[in-house]
Nanobody
Framework: QVQLVESGGGLAQPGGSLRLSCAASGSIFSIHLGWFRRTPGKQRELVATITSGGTRNYADSVKGRFTISRDNAKNTVYLQMNSLELEDTAVYYC????????????WGQGTQVTVSS
């Protein structure tokens, strides 16, 4: 069982930055991690993923603006969000899975990110 706790959400202005953190309850050394988001009336969408080996993948909407990273020593995954846009407003969820080929099956409780002027 992997428990995930997000932090770092809040209010930012368009063009601003926020950094989300997700702390895991145990070692993340061999775990694949991701960030997803959901807005009211829309399906949950993938934002960024990072494999246990460090390979990154991003949604087209955030490429060049967001960066996912991991610190295995701290059992933490991060999402650095720069050049925020109004459309980035959502609840952001951290997710984990043990096998690359399975669906993400461990989820955090979510953290609200609001971009507003």
């Amino acid at each position: 069982q992997v428990q995930l706790v997000e932090s770092g959400g809040g209010l930012a202005q368009p063009g601003g930055s926020l950094r989300l953190s997700c702390a895991a309850s145990g070692s993340i050394f061999s775990i694949h991690l991701g960030w997803f988001r959901r807005t009211p009336g829309k399906q949950r969408e993938l934002v960024a993923t990072i494999t246990s080996g460090g390979t990154r993948n991003y949604a087209d909407s955030v490429k060049g603006r967001f960066t996912i990273s991991r610190d295995n020593a701290k059992n933490t995954v991060y999402l650095q969000m720069n050049s925020l846009e109004l459309e980035d407003t959502a609840v952001y969820y951290c997710a984990a899975k043990r096998s690359f080929w399975e669906d993400y099956n461990y989820w955090g409780q979510g953290t609200q990110v609001t971009v507003s002027s």
